[in-house]
């Protein structure tokens, strides 16, 4: 009985061990509010970005030729590093399955198949330039608090502007058609313009003053056409930037907190709210640190020079 006794300690301590080691590479790889795993994600974007520059350089003839076995040797360094993070990833995730099978998990997985098909299948070199889908993998690491803020007011300008962009959309879609009718009734299939949808692509690429040059009108009316299409290009390419850029500042004066509740686990709060203003829960562990509005502490500070009664 002792040693079953002292057995199942043994055993009791090796499985709290384990259970240690995972949360603690859980902590570290799939966190981003602690130091150990805000490093790892930056030696993560530093790790991929070398990886996506020696696959873009490779592609390159006299480089690859040049230096065939350095760039071996950083693929396959690379690759091993990846598999590595990905046998972790699998082994400290709470929920298996759902990593294997989410976005970022078949990400992972396909960053690192090529090289190992490129052993075993005659020709699946060619595949390896889907290695380039590492760079999805740093829209996981952009999950980082400093970063997701500054793309969370981007998307919510983004989708305020939607409705305005879509109407610019159209008004340049009915002036490219109504310049590209235009246009091919004076100029005519014998200097280019051979159909509506031909004059229309010309259209386009004049007004977004692209001007490749393959289509060019030769009758005097067809260079005042020209003209105006050119003038109409200046006069409204730059409403798109100026809707986002109107809706971006608007979003950056309301910007709201990415840190959820305790309680509701809801974010978009201000960033100097008190409770939740979606239950009604005090949030004042959002930040380390409990937020004080002006009003209390104006408050606080009139109450305190009353006099005792």
Same mark, same amino acid.
């Given at each position: 009985m002792p040693i079953m006794g002292q057995f199942t300690r043994n055993e009791i301590i090796r499985v709290m061990t384990k259970q240690q080691l995972r949360s603690e590479l859980f902590r570290i790889i799939f966190g981003t509010d602690t130091p150990a795993g805000k490093r790892f994600d930056l030696i993560l974007i530093y790790a991929i970005l070398i990886s996506i520059f020696a696959v873009?350089?490779?592609? $390159?003839?006299?480089?690859?030729?040049? @230096?065939?076995?350095?760039?071996?040797? +950083?693929? &396959?360094?690379?690759?091993g590093l990846f598999t590595l993070e990905y046998i972790l990833r699998i082994y400290?995730?709470?929920?298996?399955?759902?990593?294997?099978?989410?976005?970022?998990?078949?990400v992972d997985l396909i960053s690192i198949v090529p090289s190992y098909l490129g052993l075993i299948v005659v020709g699946a070199q060619y595949l390896l330039i889907v290695r380039?889908?590492?760079?999805?993998?740093?829209?996981?690491?952009?999950?980082?608090?400093?970063?997701?803020s500054e793309a969370d007011v981007l998307i919510r300008a983004l989708y305020q502007?939607?409705?305005?962009?879509?109407?610019?959309?159209?008004?340049?879609v009915v002036l490219s058609t109504l310049f590209g009718c235009l246009?091919?009734? $004076?100029?005519?299939?014998?200097?280019? @313009?051979?159909?509506?949808?031909?004059? +229309?692509? &010309?259209?386009?690429?004049?007004?977004?003053?692209v001007g490749y040059g393959d289509i060019t009108p030769h009758t005097v009316l067809g260079q005042v056409v020209s003209t105006l299409a050119m003038?109409?290009?200046?006069?409204?390419?730059?409403?798109?930037?100026?809707?986002?850029?109107?809706?971006?500042?608007?979003?950056?004066?309301?910007?709201?907190?990415?840190?959820p509740c305790s309680?509701?686990?809801?974010?978009?709060?201000?960033?100097?709210?008190?409770?939740?203003?979606?239950?009604?829960?005090?949030?004042?562990n959002m930040h380390g640190q409990t937020p004080v509005l002006k009003e209390e502490s104006q408050v606080g500070a009139s109450s305190s020079k009353k006099p005792e009664q």
């Amino acid at each position: 009985m002792p040693i079953m006794g002292q057995f199942t300690r043994n055993e009791i301590i090796r499985v709290m061990t384990k259970q240690q080691l995972r949360s603690e590479l859980f902590r570290i790889i799939f966190g981003t509010d602690t130091p150990a795993g805000k490093r790892f994600d930056l030696i993560l974007i530093y790790a991929i970005l070398i990886s996506i520059f020696a696959v873009i350089l490779d592609t $390159v003839d006299t480089l690859s030729a040049r @230096f065939t076995v350095g760039f071996l040797f +950083i693929e &396959w360094l690379f690759t091993g590093l990846f598999t590595l993070e990905y046998i972790l990833r699998i082994y400290c995730s709470p929920n298996r399955r759902k990593y294997l099978f989410s976005f970022y998990g078949i990400v992972d997985l396909i960053s690192i198949v090529p090289s190992y098909l490129g052993l075993i299948v005659v020709g699946a070199q060619y595949l390896l330039i889907v290695r380039l889908v590492r760079v999805l993998r740093i829209f996981r690491v952009l999950k980082l608090v400093r970063y997701l803020s500054e793309a969370d007011v981007l998307i919510r300008a983004l989708y305020q502007s939607r409705r305005k962009i879509s109407v610019f959309f159209l008004v340049v879609v009915v002036l490219s058609t109504l310049f590209g009718c235009l246009m091919y009734v $004076v100029e005519g299939p014998n200097n280019g @313009f051979s159909s509506i949808p031909k004059s +229309i692509y &010309w259209t386009i690429v004049t007004i977004t003053t692209v001007g490749y040059g393959d289509i060019t009108p030769h009758t005097v009316l067809g260079q005042v056409v020209s003209t105006l299409a050119m003038l109409t290009g200046y006069s409204i390419i730059a409403i798109p930037t100026g809707i986002i850029t109107a809706e971006l500042a608007n979003e950056m004066k309301r910007d709201k907190s990415i840190y959820p509740c305790s309680n509701c686990v809801k974010a978009g709060h201000d960033l100097d709210a008190v409770f939740c203003k979606w239950c009604g829960a005090s949030l004042g562990n959002m930040h380390g640190q409990t937020p004080v509005l002006k009003e209390e502490s104006q408050v606080g500070a009139s109450s305190s020079k009353k006099p005792e009664q």
